[in-house]
Every structure is written in C-alpha cells, then in structure tokens.
C-alpha cells in the first residue's frame, strides 16, 4: 500500500523542481532563455518579411504579364472568328463576370452572340419530371432530325434548345427557322429557360457552352465545406442528373453546329469540363477550356471554338488532361452559308403545306 508518507515525499520533490526551475530561469539560465527566444522571433521575423517580399514581387510580376497579355488579346484573337454567328448556353451558376468578358473576347475575334441562354434549374429538378416529358413530347414534332424514339427526355430536350439556336429558314440563312422559333418558346414559356436581352436573333454557327460553377477550386471546396447537406444521397443524385443534362446539351451542341466548346471554372470532381475529358467518345468530338474565371481561360473561348471549327479538337488549361495550355490561333476561311431555293409547286399549293 502506497501510505500518505510517500505521496508527502512526492509533493515536495515536485516544489522543489518547480522551484529549482524558477531559480535557473531568473538567475544564471536567464540571460541564455531570453537570448534563445529573442533569437528566433527575429529569425522568424526576417523569414516573414522575405516571404511577403517574394509574395509582393511574384504578385507584381503576375501583374504585368497579365496586363502584357490582355493587351495583346485584341490582336491575338482579331479575325480568328470573323463573320460568325456565336449562342451562349449557360448551364449551372455561371458568375454574369465571367460570361460577359467571354461575350467580350468573342466580339474581339469578330464573332456576333446571336443569343445567351440559361438553363433553368427546372431542366433537373426530379419533381417536374412528368412535366418535362411531356413539353418533350410536344417539342419532338417541331425538330429535324428527330432524335430517336428510345434517345430519352433529356436528349430531346437538348436537341430541342439547340436546334432552336442554329436553325434556319432553309430560303433565308440569316432568318430564325419557324419551327425554331417555336420551339424557343415552347422552352421560354415552360420555365426551362431564360433568354438574354434580345431573344435570338440570328441563328447561331457555333456554340459555347458556360459550365458553372465558373470559379476557383478553393471556392469549390469551401462552398462545399458551408454545405455539408450537397453531400446527401438526394444532393449527390441531382448533382449527378445536371452533369448529365449538361454533357446530353455539349454533345447536341457539336451534332448540330459547325463546333461548340465547353468552358467552365477549375476542374475539380463534378464539373463539366472533367466529365468531357474523361469520356473518350466526349473528348475526342468537344473541344473544353478550363478557369473562364481569368483572363487567358477566356480569351482560349473564342481561340478554341475557331480550332474547333476548322476541325482541331482541343482541352485547354494547367491540369490533367490538357492538351495544351492556350490554344493556337488558327483564322478560317470566309463564312459561306447556303440558301435553299424555292421550288416552283406545279400544284400551285403553297411552300411548306401538305397536298391533300
């Protein structure tokens, strides 16, 4: 048994350590303490400011070569586009910034935005799903091709919002089609999506398709960590349906136009742009351009839809999966648009109506 004489014995050898300590510390152990801490305060001290000097310098420098850059934008992309027609499809939270200087950057390389759409979250919301076949099934009737019988809601609807942007009337090629224009509104009225000031006024050549979230990946992650409630079974299953509505709209963007490229924000789990480039079949047909949030992301839009135009299949950035930085200029030869010509009805019935 351990008696009350050894726990007595055990209390005083601790004082007397504490003690002992206290009498080094401010007596001959003093001087050699203080010296110690003072020492490495100020190292750390030092360390701290040739870091902020090189953070400072490295900021400056960035600085310049961004302006460097966008001062050369203009000539860089001059004509790389000239005299096409451009549709802006926006599907999730794309930051009105980011769209707007990739309009800009289009503009710059001679391209007009016939139109800028939003997917609404309507498109995926799984409670609508009865709805939306159903505004499918009255779209299919107005589209050509007619995507197969077994393609799904999804598919048609993309075909439909596509094929709303580029088609013509087949005498005019600078009109809207009819049918087109139909079908546009069929999708505005049902609340699938919204269109930009002046509707659609051209039909499109090319498509650019803006794949929120169009930040960084440090904003990713912390929105992430702020709402721990995506990461439920629900959350991930909706998150899962609007990639998938997003690749089914990329995929009838390219079918249906002379080219389309997604551009998106950093490539991280869940985005776009890594779902293309990790699909062989995806990213052998779309060109993608990853952080539209900068500068050099947005001016490779338009650099990349003119590649892709001429042919030249494209994943532009820093990560995995990139094919090269910034994408090569490449000007194409002169826009040639074809008019159908009227031909005569020898029935004298009007064009476009059935003989009985």
């Known amino acids: 048994m351990i008696d009350f004489r050894y726990h007595l014995v055990s209390l005083i050898s601790v004082f007397l350590a504490l003690a002992v300590g206290i009498a080094l510390g401010a007596g001959p152990l003093k001087e050699t303490i203080g010296d110690t801490l003072t020492g490495q305060v100020e190292q750390l001290r030092a360390e701290k400011e040739d870091l902020r000097a090189q953070l400072d310098e490295t900021s400056t420098d960035l600085a310049q070569s961004e302006a460097a850059f966008a001062a050369s934008a203009p000539d860089l992309l001059d004509g790389v586009l000239a005299g096409r027609r451009v549709a802006v499809v926006q599907v999730g939270e794309v930051l009105p910034e980011a769209r707007d200087q990739v309009v800009e950057r289009l503009g710059q390389a001679g391209a007009t935005v016939s139109a800028t759409v939003q997917v609404t979250e309507l498109w995926d919301d799984p409670e609508q799903r009865s709805f939306r076949q159903g505004i499918a099934g009255s779209l299919v009737q107005w589209l050509d091709p007619v995507p197969a019988e077994d393609a799904g809601t999804g ?7 596509i094929q709303s942007l580029v088609t013509a009337e087949p005498t005019d090629p600078d009109v809207v089609g009819a049918n087109a224009v139909t079908v546009m509104d069929l999708l505005v009225e049902s609340g699938l999506v919204t269109v930009g000031d002046g509707g659609v006024s051209t039909p499109a050549d090319a498509v650019v398709v803006l794949a929120g979230p169009t930040v960084s990946a440090a904003e990713v992650q912390e929105a992430a960590e702020a709402t721990p409630e995506e990461q439920e079974p629900e959350a991930q299953e909706l998150a899962d349906a609007r990639l998938t509505s997003a690749a089914q709209i990329a995929r009838a963007a390219q079918d249906r136009s002379n080219g389309a490229v997604v551009g998106g924000g950093e490539v991280t789990d869940g985005t776009l742009v890594q779902r293309v480039r990790q699909d062989e079949a995806a990213s052998g047909r779309l060109s993608t351009v990853e ?5 050099v992301g947005q001016v490779s839009v338009p650099l990349a839809l003119s590649a892709r135009i001429g042919g030249t299949v494209g994943h532009y950035g820093t990560t995995e ?36």
């Not at 910034?326 to 004298?348: S, Y």
């Open 155 to 161: 598919t048609e609807l993309a075909e439909a919002l």
């Open 291 to 295: 952080s539209v949030h900068t500068l």
């Open 321 to 356: 999966g990139a094919t090269a930085p910034v994408p090569a200029r490449v000007v194409l030869p002169p826009v040639q648009r074809i008019t159908v010509p009227v031909v005569e009805d020898p029935a004298g019935t009007e064009p476009g109506t059935e003989q009985g």
